[in-house]
């Protein structure tokens, strides 16, 4: 099942505005495309909003599965999962 | 060493003491010259020819040195080699062994890099109709770089700033050195296989050739272009260009570059959507307010028809009123004229004349009549006259006192002179009463 894409909905947000500038729409159409228009701009709104706020690092765990740990930059934190053996556990 | 007169010897004797004198001198050597005739056997031996415009030298690179060759050697190339010179016995020949070759003018891993390249695009890894977009709002970014370094500092820094609420997962890898290509490639086969990123930075910060090698390994190339997942490359600086960045769907020309790229600034996304939801609800409401305006006005027609006709009869009224005052000064002006016209009409009225005339005609019936009366009497009188006088003119009567016609026959013309008849002529004569035929005895002259 394909989801809507922030740019499509966008795209389509556009179209609805121009349209109903324009004009010469009959009234039950214009309502339709505005509460349509109204389902769009919540969209994407929404999709601006809904990530969370993460920075991850992949580590290889005990088990040698890679596993996502949070991220500080400023940590050297030197190995790579493909690299050697050892595993460090750092924050 | 002087050769004893007289001494022979044998072609092994000698080819062995050319050997000697070759092996000697040439133990090491540095040539360049031109590959041709290049044979590749199974072996694994590369054997060529080295020639330049005069001459030419046998040349072998055996396996174990071609294997490191970072470049595909090719007829027409031009190398620089060091080797040394080696004679073969059996076939009596001398050829050069080779040690190591190098591409002249051009370094060897430049030379691999462009005969790369020209593989893979070749095989269409570049072609832009496959490259896929990025999409405009990722919710989550998968990073492949080295955890270290400014490269992935600046590049959170920047995403931080334009978007506050991201997930950033970063698969940590070297950059450069042995083995580097494969950790690369084994970073973007996990990011498709096991997670759900919307796009994939792959870069590192600025260095040489040799320093940003993996990522113009064809094993990146390929983990590049089989990848589902978008990917931005983003490695070294503006001028540096790998084979990663021909794959790649977007090439930026640095990590910080890339993470402006990757997404839009947040606040921006949101005054564009704020916009956007501004105008709807505006036109909207035009649209609305103007069937409102138009049902009130329907509506009031309705509920009052009365006064709806009301205003419609003084409207009539009025427009009549105006049309009134328009004609009547025009009419006022030809309505003088009409007025003239009309009492010039009037003198000249037939009725009038018709009146006259019938009195004309009554009156002269009237003359007529006694005119009539007047002239009959007179005329039957004259009538009586000239009857009498008639009378007395009559043939007949003339006849009867005693006169008779005469008539010459047959003609029947009325003699009056003799002379006109001569004896034996017949006549008529016509009497009062009777006619006699006769015929002439004699004429006679009066």
Redesign the interface.
């Known amino acids: 099942m394909p989801k809507e894409k922030f740019e499509d909905a966008l795209n389509k947000l556009e179209k609805i505005v121009s349209k109903l500038e324009e004009g010469d729409i009959p009234l039950e159409e214009s309502l339709k495309l505005f509460e349509e228009g109204i389902r769009l701009s919540r969209f994407c709104n929404q999709k601006l909003d809904e990530a969370e706020k993460k920075v991850e690092i992949l580590l290889k765990g005990k088990n040698g599965i890679l596993k996502p740990h949070p991220f500080e930059p400023s940590i050297n934190s030197g190995q790579t999962p493909l690299a050697g053996e050892e595993e460090k556990e750092e924050e | 060493m002087q050769l004893p007169l007289r001494y022979i010897l044998t072609v092994s004797e000698l080819t062995q003491e050319i050997k000697d004198i070759l092996e000697d001198k040439f133990t090491e050597v540095w040539v360049d010259g031109e590959i041709s005739n290049l044979r590749i056997p199974p072996s694994g031996h590369i054997y060529f020819t080295l020639k330049d415009d005069f001459s030419q030298i046998r040349a072998v690179l055996f396996k174990m040195q071609a294997r490191i060759l970072r470049f595909l050697p090719e007829d027409g190339l031009h190398i620089i080699c060091r080797g040394r010179v080696s004679l073969y016995e059996k076939r009596g020949d001398y050829q050069l062994i080779l040690e190591s070759i190098e591409p002249k003018g051009i370094g060897a891993l430049q030379l691999a890099l462009l005969q790369l390249k020209e593989r893979l695009e070749k095989e269409g890894l570049f072609d832009p109709a496959q490259k896929k977009s990025i999409?405009?709002?990722p919710?989550?970014i998968g990073i492949v770089t080295?955890?270290?370094g400014a490269a992935?500092?600046d590049m959170?820094h920047i995403l931080e700033r334009r978007f506050?609420?991201?997930?950033?997962?970063?698969?940590?890898?070297?950059v450069q050195g042995e083995?580097a290509s494969?950790?690369i490639a084994?970073?973007i086969k996990?990011f498709n296989k096991?997670t759900e990123v919307d796009v994939i930075i792959v870069g590192r910060g600025g260095g040489s050739l040799e320093d940003l090698w993996a990522f113009n390994e064809e094993v990146v190339a390929r983990a590049i272009y089989h990848s589902k997942i978008p990917i931005i490359s983003a490695i070294g600086h503006e001028t540096d260009y790998t084979i990663a960045d021909f794959v790649a769907d977007l090439r930026a020309p640095t990590p910080s570059a890339a993470a402006e790229l990757v997404v839009r600034d947040?606040r921006e996304?949101?005054n564009?959507?704020h916009y956007?939801?501004g105008?709807?609800e505006n036109?909207?409401f035009q649209?609305l307010q103007g069937?409102r305006t138009h049902l009130s006005h329907l509506v009031k027609i309705f509920k009052e028809p009365g006064k709806k006709i009301e205003e419609y009869f003084l409207r009539v009224d009025d427009l009549t009123n105006q049309l009134r005052l328009l004609t009547s000064w025009t009419l006022k002006r030809r309505g003088d004229k009409c007025l003239h016209l009309s009492e010039s009409l009037l003198l000249r009225n037939p009725m009038q004349r018709v009146k006259t005339l019938r009195f004309f005609v009554l009156e002269a019936k009237k003359h007529l009549g006694q005119n009539i009366k007047y002239s009959i009497e007179i005329q039957r009188q004259r009538i009586g006259g000239l009857l009498g006088k008639l009378d007395s003119l009559s043939p007949l009567s003339i006849l009867q006192r005693g006169y008779s016609i005469t008539r010459k026959l047959p003609s029947l013309q009325i003699l009056r002179d003799a002379a006109h008849v001569k004896e034996g002529d017949k006549v008529e004569v016509k009497l009062y009463q009777g006619t006699l035929f006769c015929g002439v005895e004699k004429t006679e002259k009066s």
Do not use: C, D
Request: aromatic fraction near 10%; charged fraction near 20%; hydrophobic fraction near 45%.
């Open positions: 999409p405009m709002v919710q989550k080295s955890p270290t992935i500092q959170l506050e609420n991201l997930h950033i997962l970063l698969f940590p890898v070297r083995g494969s950790e084994e970073a996990y096991f947040k996304m949101k564009i959507l956007l939801g105008r709807l036109e909207m649209i069937y």
